[in-house]
């Protein structure tokens, strides 16, 4: 946990400041592969609570018709792993088109909804991914995924250099060990976007302006 006199020298800096939220946002959900989200898997844990979480609040953004992308790992030949790979050999074993590179079922992936396969760390290096959101006109991207303190802070940290603002659905992000994830949740709502627990990230969703069953104004939960 972040202790108070960290909490206090963040805010005599005045870093934390809220993001300004759009009105048609779009669902990020990275990497939450069986290679993952499965104790036995190469790079794996135990993730079924973000799991759980994240298809809670994909079940309220199909209901609202909100864009969402998916992103794998996969890797066709272990070259394309490059320096990544040394630094964590298991990467190796996500092979393109394998088992490993799989979306976890309990997601209810549909056909409609892209999968790209990425290749670094940041949803948004060497992929399409900002275009995908750019063109379904999204001026808000709400961030799921694994891991908290790598995939997610790195592709956050794009996001927010594209110029988007970014909601972090803090219970539907996962990783190895909870301090990792605590911290980096605690730096990307300091510097990077606003962190709010699952449930509200679904209701900024299900009343932004211009859903398909409300058409209240878009609020920051």
């Known amino acids: 946990m972040v202790d108070g006199e960290t909490r206090r020298i963040y805010e005599a800096a005045r870093i934390g400041g809220p993001v300004a939220l759009g009105t048609r946002p779009g669902v990020l959900v990275i990497d939450l592969q ?3 989200t499965t104790p036995d898997g190469p790079v794996g844990s135990d993730l079924s609570e973000p ?3 994240t298809r809670h609040l994909l079940d309220v953004a199909r209901a609202n018709a909100r864009p969402i992308v998916f992103t794998v790992i996969g890797f066709g030949a272990e070259a394309e792993a490059g320096v990544w790979g040394q630094k964590m050999p298991g990467l190796l074993e996500l092979r393109a088109g394998g088992p490993w590179t799989e979306l976890d079922p309990r997601l209810g ?4 909804e892209p999968v790209i396969v990425k290749r670094g760390a940041s949803a948004l290096f060497g992929t399409g991914v900002a275009s995908l ?3 379904q006109r999204c001026d808000t991207v709400v961030v799921c995924g694994a891991t908290t303190s790598g995939c997610v802070r790195a592709s956050v940290v794009d996001l927010m250099q594209a110029g988007f603002p970014v909601l972090v659905a803090a219970d539907c992000c996962g990783d190895r060990a909870r301090g990792p994830h605590e911290a980096n949740l605690f730096d990307m709502a300091a510097k990077y976007a606003d962190v709010v627990p699952g449930i509200d990230a679904a209701e900024y969703l299900a009343r932004a302006a211009g859903s398909a069953s409300a058409g209240s104004p878009a609020h920051a939960p």
């Open 109 to 112: 992936a549909r056909p409609d």
């Open 34 to 36: 069986t290679g993952f």
């Open 133 to 135: 959101f750019t063109a």
């Open 51 to 53: 799991v759980e979480a």
